[in-house]
Nanobody, 121 residues
């Protein structure tokens, strides 16, 4: 079994910064991609940033230049550095990973439990 655990959410004022972390653990053979999504109240879940192994990182237009996603493959961990936060960034942020478990040739998608980010004065 594979688990994703997010941390780092909280309340921040507009213009402030937060850093989210997502650690994958369990019987992992390889991780093909990891990404961050968010869901605001009453809205659909949307892509924030995604990093595919060997193919770089992509960002939603709404966060380009403000958010930076990084990976530590040795720790199976990704980070999302969020700067210049706006009230419209308020959402539950979810980590997603495409993982090949040990002793499997199949790729599975896993989600974390989510972490709340609130941007408000």
């Amino acid at each position: 079994q594979v688990q994703l655990v997010e941390s780092g959410g909280g309340l921040v004022r507009p213009g402030g910064s937060l850093r989210l972390s997502c650690a994958a653990s369990g019987s992992i053979f390889s991780i093909n991609a990891m990404g961050w999504y968010r869901q605001a109240p009453g809205k659909q879940r949307e892509l924030v940033a995604t990093s595919t192994t060997g193919a770089g990182t992509n960002y939603a237009d709404s966060v380009k230049g403000r958010f930076t996603m990084s990976r530590d493959d040795a720790k199976n961990t990704v980070y999302l550095q969020m700067n210049s936060l706006k009230p419209e960034d308020t959402a539950v942020y979810y980590c997603k990973a495409r993982v090949v478990p040990v002793a499997s040739r199949l790729e599975y998608i896993y989600w974390g439990q989510g972490t709340q980010v609130t941007v408000s004065s």
